[in-house]
Nanobody, 113 residues
Framework: QVQLVESGGGLVQPGGSLRLSCTAS????????MGWYPQAPGKQRERVAV?????DTNCADSVKGRFTISRAANTVYLQMNSLKPEDTAVYFC?????????WGQGTQVTVSS
């Protein structure tokens, strides 16, 4: 059974930084892509960053220049700098393979003074 486990969330002041990690267990395949999807209260889950197994990356305009996605095998990271209150959300990790999506349980990121 494939499981994705996120870590690294927490409370940070505006302008601060956090590094999220997501590790897959139970998988015998390399995800084609892995990404991060924050979901704020009352809003839909939206992708902010994705990286393929060839290390091609794409970030949403809202986080370009502030967030960096990286990957090592089936572990994906999200370095978040210059955090803003509007970045507050539960951040879900996603892995895609063979037409299937796998999700973690999410990690809370709160940006507040």
């Amino acid at each position: 059974q494939v499981q994705l486990v996120e870590s690294g969330g927490g409370l940070v002041q505006p302008g601060g930084s956090l590094r999220l990690s997501c590790t897959a267990s139970g998988s015998i395949f390399l995800f084609y892509s892995m990404g991060w999807y924050p979901q704020a209260p009352g809003k839909q889950r939206e992708r902010v960053a994705v990286i393929t197994r060839d290390s091609d990356t794409n970030c949403a305009d809202s986080v370009k220049g502030r967030f960096t996605i990286s990957r090592a095998a089936n572990t994906v990271y999200l370095q978040m700098n210059s955090l803003k209150p509007e970045d507050t959300a539960v951040y879900f990790c996603n892995g895609a393979y063979g037409g299937r999506d796998f999700w973690g349980q999410g990690t809370q990121v709160t940006v507040s003074s």
